[in-house]
């Protein structure tokens, strides 16, 4: 294995099987998305797909995969807050939309939470992996936001529209057997097994027929990439207004505020 080719919140990893890995790389902040972040993802996937080897893996060793939005770096911005929120989303979803038309296979591995843009971001591999306590939630709509990262494109595709529903309007959460029964990851794995189950996976499509892999991807891939990308626009947008509003920055700020011990 070489060594990461940045000190960013985001890093890539060239391993001699030819397997890319694209890591995020800041457990002490659960990978949450504030505009450094979301513009490193947005480089690092820029990077990956100029040179994407034979496939690529997108994990996060340690911790959670990701929180999504940093609330923090979106606080006490007032008019300022919702051109920020916008500026984190279209970074992150320009990533979101680089690792969506990758050639080759993309392998997700998902431990820890993985809440609000990191259930988006989770979902975008062709085969999607999660450890047995990982824990999906979208949470956008609990502090006043509506989803972005094309949450709100992969998930009715994936669960269909009731159970999609049922995820972004109350907020529930998912464990990692959960999410496979749904239909939201391709396998749960035990805990420990996770990293090497993930790499295993990513190597053997790395050695296969590359062509046939190509091409098999995009077909299943054809005319959506376009859709994609629009929707990620209209999810930008949305949160971008809502993020202006008093009732998201009221709630926002509440989740943050220090709770009581009675």
């Not at 916008?86 to 969506?100: C, F, G, R």
């Not at 999607?128 to 494109?153: E, K, M, Q």
Request: proline fraction near 5%; charge should be negative.
């Amino acid at each position: 294995m070489s060594l990461p080719l940045s000190t960013d919140p985001v890093r890539i990893v060239r391993h001699p099987d030819g397997v890319v890995e694209l890591r995020l790389d800041d457990p002490g902040r659960g990978n949450a998305l504030d505009l450094t972040t979301a513009e490193a993802l947005r480089d690092r996937a820029f990077e990956v797909a100029a040179d994407p080897g034979g496939a690529v893996l997108l994990r996060a060793p340690g911790g959670s995969f990701c929180v999504g939005g940093d609330l923090r770096s979106f606080t006490g911005r007032g008019a300022q807050t919702g051109a920020y929120v916008h500026a984190v989303a279209s970074a992150a979803h320009t990533a979101i939309q680089a690792l969506y038309e990758l050639p080759v296979p993309l392998v997700t591995a998902v431990s820890g939470a993985a809440a609000g843009g990191g259930i988006g971001l989770a979902l975008v591999g062709d085969i999607v992996l999660a450890a047995r306590s990982a824990r999906f939630r979208l949470a956008y709509t609990a502090i006043g936001l509506t989803p972005d990262c094309g949450a709100s494109w992969f998930l009715p595709r994936l669960v269909g529209p009731r159970r999609a529903a049922d995820l972004i309007l109350t907020n529930r959460v998912l464990t990692g057997d959960d999410a496979e029964r749904w239909g939201l990851v391709s396998r749960c794995v035990d805990d420990g097994e996770l990293d090497e189950t993930a790499h295993r996976t990513a190597t053997g499509l790395a050695a296969g027929a590359t062509d046939a892999l190509r091409a098999a991807k995009g077909l299943l891939r054809a005319g959506a990439g376009d859709d994609l990308r629009r929707h990620l626009a209209e999810e930008a947008r949305s949160i971008a207004a809502l993020a202006d509003g008093r009732e998201a920055q009221d709630r926002m700020a509440s989740f943050l505020a220090p709770k009581s011990v009675s």
